[in-house]
């Protein structure tokens, strides 16, 4: 089975910190995706990688950046928490073999005070 | 029960009976559907995917229908029980986006027992 794990379940940071949030993917896949998901407003993408080193933005990347050093590993960093980071953040991967689903991991759900 | 029109955030079924969910979709040429389950606390899981050139897929319990006339997605859960209940995702890929996915902004199914 595919394993996507984030660092922490529950994060909580002040307004002006910078967060690192961290996704491992366990199955070699080639695409990993960052979104943040909010009440009513589904789950928006806001950076994806299609290989090491490689990002794309997505729909909503104001405010944050990503690293993806290794294929396994793709961190979503915000610069400078704003209290409208407060979300739930979800990582996913695909392989991008003739399939276009995706693996989530358990979402990390930050509170910036 | 079913959920009608775009979208319904909320749809309450008693167990036992057949969930009908409702999904709009926005691109005439997106050529990928995959529907998600979410259960409270955790990441969406993949429930069944359809590509554009079929009409019905089947799996177990539920059914997936296209109608790519009226741009409209539909989960079929039969025998709902109450495990059931969680918010459902609908998602597609756009024909140019590569490996993305966009996502509707879900539906809440909760099962009365």
């Known amino acids: 089975d595919v394993k996507v794990t984030q660092s922490s379940r529950y994060l909580v940071k002040r307004t002006g910190e910078k967060v690192f949030l961290e996704c491992v993917q366990d199955m070699d896949h080639e ?3 960052w979104y943040r998901q909010d009440p009513g407003l589904g789950l928006r993408l806001i950076y994806f990688s299609y290989d090491v080193k490689m990002k794309e933005k997505g729909d909503i990347p104001e405010g944050y950046s ?9 961190s979503l960093i915000l610069e400078s928490a704003s209290t409208n980071q407060t979300s739930m953040y979800l990582c996913a991967s695909s392989s991008g073999q003739g399939t276009y689903e995706q693996y989530f991991g358990p979402g990390t759900r930050l509170t910036v005070t | 029960g079913e959920s009608v029109g775009l979208h319904l955030p909320t749809l309450s079924v008693q167990e036992g009976d057949n969930s009908i969910i409702n999904c709009a979709y926005s691109n005439s040429a997106s050529d990928y ?3 998600y389950k979410q259960e409270s606390g955790k990441g969406p899981q ?5 590509r554009s050139n079929m009409d019905k897929r089947q799996g177990q319990r539920v059914t997936v229908l296209l109608n790519k006339t009226v741009k409209h997605l539909s989960l079929q859960i039969a025998a709902t029980q109450p495990g059931d209940s969680a918010v459902y995702f609908c998602a597609e890929n756009k024909e140019t986006s590569g490996s993305r996915l966009t996502f509707g902004e879900g539906t809440q199914l909760t099962v009365n027992p």
């Open chain 1, 31 to 33: 695409n990993m995706f």
């Open chain 1, 66 to 74: 990503v690293s993806r050093e290794k294929k396994e590993r793709f």
């Open chain 2, 33 to 35: 559907f995959i529907w």
């Open chain 2, 46 to 50: 993949f429930i069944i995917d359809i």
